[in-house]
């Protein structure tokens, strides 16, 4: 996350704020203002279903097919992201 995502609380830890409807002129995907997308609301909805339906309506397997202990330790990051990555394929 770069450094000028990030805001510090009154405690001195740093976490990262990302807001994409706009009110972060530093980061704009969806534009702001008059100017901004009318199907931002839409388009975060969708995309937030569009996971969901994969999740329900797949079988996922996992990268070498046997059973996998999932290492959930994190990596050296300001984002909760794993240490070792998940590769999951999904199969109908």
Not at 29 to 57: D, E, K, Y
Not at 71 to 83: C, Q, T, V, W, Y
Request: proline share 9%; with cysteine.
């Amino acid at each position: 996350m770069p450094e000028r995502f990030l805001i510090t609380d009154e405690n001195g830890k740093e976490s990262p704020v990302v807001e994409v409807r706009g009110q972060n002129y530093e980061l704009m995907p969806f534009g702001s203002g008059r100017r901004m997308c009318p199907g931002t609301s839409v388009a975060l909805n969708v995309a937030h279903t569009t996971l969901a339906n994969m999740i329900h309506c797949f079988e996922w397997k996992i990268e070498d097919g046997g059973k996998v202990c999932v290492d959930m330790n994190e990596g050296p990051s300001f984002i909760l992201s794993r240490a070792q990555p998940l590769i999951c394929f999904p199969t109908p």
